[in-house]
């Protein structure tokens, strides 16, 4: 198991210069760092629209009216202050390899702390329960990666509009269309984050082995793995991803691969983390 | 009777495999365990592992249920799983012995074992034909389902065994297909009280008052008191085992068959008859003589043309200083008294003999004719190689009187002539004109046949096959040169096989086709084939096998057995193989 404080005491680190990107449209709220696409109460003119019975009419712009007899409303631009739901995959699959568990819960710190220094909500998703503002951190700490597999993955929160950040290896059967039509759907921005080891991409065994999965302990495979069953492991690994990033793509979203380390994550891996974060502008400088 | 049974019941011990297949099931594959993130990315689970049990539950899968059979396949296979029918056959024992062959013998037999098949292939019956030999034995067809395979397998019966053992041939239908089974014997034997109580079945007498009467001794000579006059004996004898009734008729030829003679005569099995008789008013002509046996029934191999004497033509003249025109006219001459004679064909003239060196003697001998050498023969009974060998009435055509000058050891001569005779220590000679000789036709060809491989067998170890039948197929190689296989007969025209009857090229066969060919040669006058290699390329013995062989009439499923488990621990393998190719484990 990573060392957790170590972890998260260069996580936040890390994280100083940076904050969350603003993506194209952000969750509605009272006020925040960020000027919504809608309008809202900020002070920021935004544009004019007749008057209709029923508004307010404070807001009605009476020089406009003294010179045009018409009744025009001042739209102001809203406020938003961003809610970043990171879920995270606490299956077992996701602690088979030090380096994906390090970095789901380096991701996940990061990620937090970036919304942090902009004014935004962190929200972690995890074993099916929510953990906001202060409970954040905690529950991350108490995450333990041995769950059954997808059931452990929070479903969506059906309040305000998020940015929804999904961590997850993605190695499902079947399902992930489904998945992606869900955690899209009633989110300002969706980004499924997948984390994958070495080992997974390219497996170095060779030999008789009783194949267990690790999320499954009623499905055992006996094979001999040889260089054809490698070759073929591949191409469907390849199939799955091609067909994870079409859903994705179906649904306005883009599925970000990474490649993990077998082992903990260090300070290098992670800042090449920070870097596929930038560089997929999720995250951005101060 | 069932329908499988165990040949080596104790081979059934081995159900144990299976046991132990499922035991290494149970405990198999103790591979290394390996954790894996999406398992279903490696194929499909071939396995379900029960949780919480130390020991996996049995896995049915593909592979076991393979291994299980081939296992369960070889059980079978060691037990000796043989399969025959379930519907009884029809047993048929057809008796094999030479007497068969006698007129209407053995065309009766296999007519009425024909009718009798017919009538059981029309209930959707089998036949399963034995032969009764001296030693009994399966037909070669063994046994028959369609009217076509009973056609044909009737049509090689072709008795040519000396004896025919009944009871033996019937238990041996008894030993193949159990007590119960209806056995049909066609015999010509009168004696049949053996069987008694032991076919369940018919015996059919298949010949009636008819019998197999053969010439023993054909001799026509010059009556030595009656200048002029010839007389003939004559001697035949009843091979068959029923009592015969036989007419010897000799009659003149060329004379629209002028009666000279008739002989009738009541011969009990195995009895001989015998008469001489003075004959005038036909010195000229060839007689032919017959044997009829119950009426006009002729037995076509005892009818020979019996030529005239042959006059002892040698002369000598006592000449002085013979010059060669001389001695050409007088060899002109003398071949014009021989075509008066009508044995003018080959005149020899030798010079031999200078007495004094003065006198040259020419002797002019008679070139007997290479053709027919009559009875009766000097057989060395007491050489190994003349065992068993009766040469009957037979004439031994186309004998050459041109001889090699040594000859250590005769062994058959005839009319003056030596007809086998051996040269060094293991060369031995056939003066015979296979295609043309009727001896080969003669129940003692195989026997002779047969005696002179066993004399040659103890040096030629790959030969093991000693008893051959006249006119049966023998397959051979034309030897490393691949040369065509031309043999040539007295007058130097190559013979092909083809030209020649089965049985003659089987005769050839047998002296060229053989290894023994380098031990025994025909006649360099009447065959070439010392100058051709020809090895056998199949060894395998005639003897009869008895039960063993009978055997073969159930179907014997244990070759299968192992090749089905054979199969499966192939197909098995195939398909693990392939799954692993496609990592579908």
């Given at each position: 198991?990573?060392?957790?404080?170590?972890?998260?005491?260069?996580?936040?680190?890390?994280?100083?210069?940076?904050?969350?990107?603003?993506?194209?449209?952000?969750?509605?709220?009272?006020?925040?760092?960020?000027?919504?696409?809608?309008?809202?109460?900020?002070?920021?003119?935004?544009?004019?629209?007749?008057?209709?019975?029923?508004d307010?009419?404070?807001?009605?712009?009476?020089?406009?009216?003294?010179?045009?007899?018409?009744?025009?409303?001042?739209?102001?631009?809203?406020?938003?202050?961003?809610?970043?739901?990171?879920?995270?995959?606490?299956?077992?699959?996701?602690?088979?390899?030090?380096?994906?568990?390090?970095?789901?819960?380096?991701?996940?710190?990061?990620?937090?702390?970036?919304?942090?220094?902009?004014?935004?909500?962190?929200?972690?998703?995890?074993?099916?329960?929510?953990?906001?503002?202060?409970?954040?951190?905690?529950?991350?700490?108490?995450?333990?990666?041995?769950?059954?597999?997808?059931?452990?993955?929070?479903?969506?929160?059906?309040?305000?509009?998020?940015?929804?950040?999904?961590?997850?290896?993605?190695l499902?059967?079947?399902?992930?269309?489904?998945?992606?039509?869900?955690?899209?759907?009633?989110?300002l921005g969706?980004?499924?984050?997948?984390?994958?080891?070495?080992?997974?991409i390219?497996?170095?065994?060779?030999?008789?082995?009783?194949?267990?999965?690790?999320?499954?302990?009623?499905?055992?495979s006996?094979?001999?793995?040889?260089?054809?069953?490698?070759?073929?492991?591949?191409?469907?690994?390849r199939?799955?991803r091609?067909?994870?990033?079409?859903?994705?793509?179906?649904h306005?979203?883009?599925?970000?691969?990474?490649?993990?380390?077998?082992?903990?994550?260090?300070?290098?891996?992670?800042?090449?983390?920070?870097?596929?974060?930038?560089?997929?502008?999720?995250?951005?400088?101060? | 009777?069932?329908?499988?049974f165990?040949?080596?019941?104790?081979?059934?011990?081995?159900?144990?495999?299976?046991?132990?297949?499922?035991?290494?099931?149970?405990y198999?594959?103790?591979?290394?365990?390996?954790a894996v993130?999406?398992l279903f990315?490696?194929?499909?689970?071939?396995?379900?592992k029960?949780?919480?049990?130390?020991?996996?539950?049995?896995?049915?899968s593909?592979?076991?249920?393979?291994?299980?059979?081939?296992?369960?396949?070889?059980?079978?296979?060691?037990?000796?799983l043989?399969?025959?029918?379930?519907?009884?056959?029809?047993?048929?024992?057809?008796?094999?012995?030479?007497?068969?062959?006698?007129?209407?013998?053995?065309e009766?037999?296999?007519?009425?074992?024909?009718?009798?098949f017919?009538?059981?292939?029309?209930?959707?019956?089998?036949?399963?034909?034995?032969?009764?030999?001296?030693?009994?034995?399966?037909a070669?067809?063994?046994?028959?389902?369609?009217?076509?395979?009973?056609?044909?397998?009737?049509?090689?019966?072709?008795?040519?065994?000396?004896g025919?053992?009944?009871?033996?041939a019937?238990?041996?239908?008894?030993?193949?297909?159990?007590?119960?089974?209806?056995?049909?014997?066609?015999?010509?034997?009168?004696?049949?009280t053996?069987?008694?109580?032991?076919?369940?079945?018919?015996?059919?007498?298949?010949?009636?008052?008819?019998?197999?009467?053969?010439?023993?001794?054909?001799?026509?000579?010059?009556?030595?008191?009656?200048?002029?006059?010839?007389?003939?004996?004559v001697?035949?004898?009843?091979?068959?085992?029923?009592?015969?009734?036989?007419?010897?008729?000799?009659?003149?030829?060329?004379?629209?068959?002028?009666?000279?003679?008739?002989?009738?005569?009541?011969?009990?099995?195995?009895?001989?008859?015998?008469?001489?008789v003075e004959?005038?008013?036909?010195?000229?002509?060839?007689?032919?003589?017959?044997?009829?046996?119950s009426?006009?029934?002729?037995?076509?191999?005892?009818?020979?043309?019996?030529?005239?004497?042959q006059?002892?033509?040698?002369?000598?003249?006592?000449?002085?200083?013979?010059?060669?025109?001389a001695?050409?006219?007088?060899?002109?001459?003398?071949?014009?008294?021989?075509?008066?004679?009508?044995?003018?064909?080959?005149?020899?003239?030798?010079h031999?003999?200078?007495?004094?060196?003065?006198?040259?003697?020419?002797?002019?001998?008679?070139?007997?004719?290479p053709?027919?050498?009559?009875?009766?023969?000097?057989?060395?009974?007491?050489?190994?190689?003349?065992r068993?060998?009766?040469?009957?009435?037979?004439?031994?055509?186309?004998?050459?009187?041109?001889?090699?000058?040594?000859?250590?050891?005769?062994?058959?001569?005839?009319?003056?002539?030596?007809?086998?005779?051996?040269?060094?220590?293991?060369?031995?000679?056939?003066?015979?004109?296979?295609?043309?000789?009727?001896?080969?036709?003669?129940?003692?060809?195989?026997?002779?046949?047969?005696?002179?491989?066993?004399?040659?067998?103890?040096?030629?170890?790959?030969?093991?096959?000693?008893?051959?039948?006249?006119?049966?197929?023998?397959?051979?190689?034309?030897?490393?040169?691949?040369?065509?296989?031309?043999?040539?007969?007295?007058?130097?025209?190559?013979v092909?096989?083809?030209?020649?009857?089965?049985?003659?090229?089987?005769?050839?066969?047998?002296?060229a086709?053989?290894?023994?060919?380098?031990?025994?040669?025909?006649?360099?006058?009447?065959?070439?084939?010392?100058?051709?290699?020809?090895?056998?390329?199949?060894?395998?013995?005639?003897?009869?096998?008895?039960?063993?062989?009978?055997?073969?009439?159930?179907?014997?499923?244990r070759?299968?057995?192992?090749?089905?488990?054979?199969?499966l621990?192939?197909?098995?393998?195939?398909?693990?193989?392939?799954?692993?190719?496609?990592?579908?484990?």
């Amino acid at each position: 198991m990573p060392d957790r404080d170590g972890l998260f005491h260069s996580a936040r680190a890390l994280a100083r210069p940076y904050r969350l990107a603003p993506p194209q449209a952000w969750a509605r709220g009272a006020a925040g760092a960020f000027a919504g696409r809608r309008d809202g109460q900020s002070v920021d003119f935004h544009d004019y629209r007749q008057y209709q019975p029923g508004d307010d009419l404070r807001r009605v712009d009476w020089r406009a009216y003294a010179r045009s007899r018409q009744m025009h409303l001042r739209l102001f631009r809203e406020e938003v202050s961003p809610v970043v739901e990171v879920h995270l995959d606490t299956s077992a699959s996701m602690g088979a390899y030090a380096g994906k568990e390090s970095a789901a819960l380096f991701a996940a710190t990061f990620l937090a702390e970036a919304t942090l220094a902009a004014e935004g909500r962190p929200v972690l998703c995890a074993d099916g329960e929510w953990h906001a503002g202060g409970a954040f951190f905690p529950a991350l700490a108490r995450c333990r990666f041995d769950g059954p597999g997808r059931s452990r993955i929070s479903a969506p929160s059906a309040g305000v509009a998020p940015l929804r950040i999904l961590v997850s290896d993605f190695l499902w059967e079947e399902g992930g269309a489904a998945r992606f039509e869900r955690d899209a759907s009633g989110s300002l921005g969706f980004v499924p984050v997948a984390l994958l080891s070495q080992t997974e991409i390219d497996p170095a065994w060779r030999g008789a082995y009783r194949l267990q999965d690790v999320e499954d302990a009623n499905a055992v495979s006996d094979m001999t793995i040889d260089a054809a069953a490698v070759a073929a492991y591949k191409a469907r690994l390849r199939q799955h991803r091609e067909a994870l990033e079409r859903s994705a793509r179906r649904h306005g979203c883009g599925l970000l691969w990474w490649e993990t380390p077998d082992g903990e994550c260090g300070r290098s891996e992670m800042e090449a983390l920070i870097a596929f974060f930038v560089r997929e502008r999720l995250v951005t400088l101060r | 009777m069932t329908n499988l049974f165990f040949a080596a019941p104790a081979g059934l011990a081995a159900l144990a495999a299976l046991g132990a297949v499922i035991v290494l099931y149970l405990y198999r594959r103790r591979r290394k365990p390996l954790a894996v993130t999406g398992l279903f990315l490696w194929g499909r689970p071939r396995q379900q592992k029960a949780g919480g049990r130390k020991r996996e539950r049995l896995i049915r899968s593909r592979s076991f249920w393979l291994d299980l059979a081939a296992a369960l396949a070889f059980v079978l296979a060691a037990g000796g799983l043989s399969w025959r029918s379930e519907q009884a056959p029809l047993v048929m024992v057809l008796d094999d012995s030479f007497a068969m062959r006698a007129r209407d013998g053995h065309e009766a037999a296999r007519q009425a074992a024909a009718s009798l098949f017919a009538e059981t292939v029309g209930r959707g019956g089998r036949i399963a034909v034995i032969l009764a030999g001296e030693r009994p034995a399966v037909a070669r067809a063994m046994t028959a389902a369609t009217r076509s395979e009973g056609e044909n397998l009737f049509a090689a019966y072709d008795p040519v065994s000396r004896g025919g053992n009944l009871s033996a041939a019937v238990a041996l239908a008894r030993g193949l297909y159990g007590d119960g089974n209806d056995i049909h014997v066609f015999t010509n034997q009168t004696d049949t009280t053996s069987l008694h109580g032991v076919v369940a079945g018919a015996v059919h007498r298949v010949v009636g008052a008819g019998g197999n009467a053969a010439f023993t001794q054909l001799w026509r000579y010059a009556d030595p008191e009656h200048p002029g006059r010839e007389r003939l004996a004559v001697s035949w004898r009843n091979y068959a085992d029923i009592p015969a009734e036989t007419v010897v008729t000799v009659a003149a030829e060329g004379e629209e068959g002028r009666l000279l003679h008739r002989e009738p005569a009541s011969l009990p099995p195995g009895g001989t008859g015998s008469f001489e008789v003075e004959i005038a008013g036909a010195a000229d002509a060839a007689w032919r003589i017959e044997i009829a046996t119950s009426g006009n029934d002729v037995i076509a191999e005892d009818s020979f043309a019996v030529l005239p004497p042959q006059p002892k033509a040698v002369v000598t003249y006592a000449v002085d200083g013979l010059s060669p025109a001389a001695e050409r006219s007088v060899a002109l001459a003398l071949d014009a008294a021989g075509a008066k004679r009508g044995v003018a064909a080959d005149l020899l003239v030798t010079h031999s003999d200078r007495d004094d060196g003065q006198t040259l003697v020419i002797r002019v001998a008679e070139a007997v004719r290479p053709g027919v050498v009559t009875p009766p023969y000097t057989v060395d009974y007491a050489a190994q190689l003349c065992r068993d060998v009766d040469l009957s009435g037979v004439a031994w055509v186309a004998a050459s009187p041109d001889v090699p000058e040594r000859i250590d050891e005769v062994y058959i001569a005839g009319g003056g002539v030596p007809l086998l005779w051996r040269t060094g220590r293991e060369r031995f000679f056939l003066n015979m004109a296979i295609e043309a000789s009727p001896v080969v036709n003669d129940p003692a060809w195989p026997v002779l046949w047969t005696n002179l491989a066993k004399h040659c067998l103890e040096r030629l170890p790959g030969l093991r096959r000693t008893l051959y039948r006249p006119g049966e197929p023998i397959r051979f190689n034309h030897g490393p040169e691949r040369q065509a296989l031309q043999l040539r007969d007295d007058r130097g025209d190559a013979v092909a096989f083809s030209s020649l009857t089965p049985r003659k090229a089987g005769a050839y066969a047998l002296l060229a086709g053989t290894e023994i060919a380098g031990q025994i040669a025909v006649a360099p006058l009447y065959g070439g084939a010392s100058d051709t290699t020809i090895l056998c390329d199949k060894t395998e013995t005639l003897r009869l096998k008895g039960r063993a062989e009978g055997e073969a009439l159930a179907l014997d499923l244990r070759a299968w057995c192992l090749a089905a488990a054979l199969l499966l621990l192939f197909v098995n393998w195939r398909l693990a193989r392939a799954d692993a190719e496609r990592g579908d484990a």
